[in-house]
């Protein structure tokens, strides 16, 4: 019975990661769901699926995070899974600059048909490759200055490096902005919470706990 009062009482959070076929979406999501790496995946036909919980402040959090297809040929069929979406991942490789080229596509698709309060994140897959490396990462991080783009990480699935990172930061600011929007309702005009969603009080942040156990006092939804 406690089990499933658990489960109702879960968050749940839609990650997509999208983004060329062939930079590594597959392999981040298999590191991070089952904590393996494999070196001859077949490319996703459509998307594919895989779920983990996770431990937020003191929630659960449930997240369901799609795999997409990166060819032409599916474009039509991922528009349809931005729906519902709080967190986008938008991958690259950072050896193959045409990829890195193609995120400005992928950004504009995903602001057009997912969620207002999404995260962005800008993720460069196969940092392993530092040899064959044709993006900088200071390309990158003004990519991601100039499109406003909440996060950036440099990732590899090989070497299991900021996997874990990627994904949980993530959604602990998804969890955050969640918070925030929760706050807002039952706070409504009140001249400490921030145009960008941000908690002031005498220009100090409010601390996390503390944001969460107001939300949780105030909205219920944690």
Known sequence: MKNTQIQDNMMNFKFIIVGDSGV????????????????????????????????????????QIWDTAGQESFRSIVKSFYKKTVGVLLVYNIANKESFQSIKHWL???KENSEESAIFVLVGAQS????????????????QKANQIDLFFEVSSKNNSFIDECFEKTAYAA????VNQQLKKSFQGSSFISNNGN????????????QSRRSSNKSGCC
């Open 24 to 63: 590594g979406k597959s392999c981040m999501l298999i590191r991070y769901s089952k904590n393996d790496f494999v070196t001859d995946y077949n490319a996703t036909i459509g998307v594919e699926f895989q779920s983990k919980i996770v431990k937020i402040n003191d929630a659960s959090v449930k997240l």
């Open 128 to 143: 392993d490759r530092e040899k064959d490396r044709k993006i900088s990462r200071e390309e990158a991080e003004q990519f």
């Open 108 to 110: 504009t698709e995903a």
């Open 199 to 210: 908690i002031r009080s005498h220009n100090q942040s409010v601390p996390i706990k503390e």
């Open 175 to 178: 969890f955050m902005k969640q």
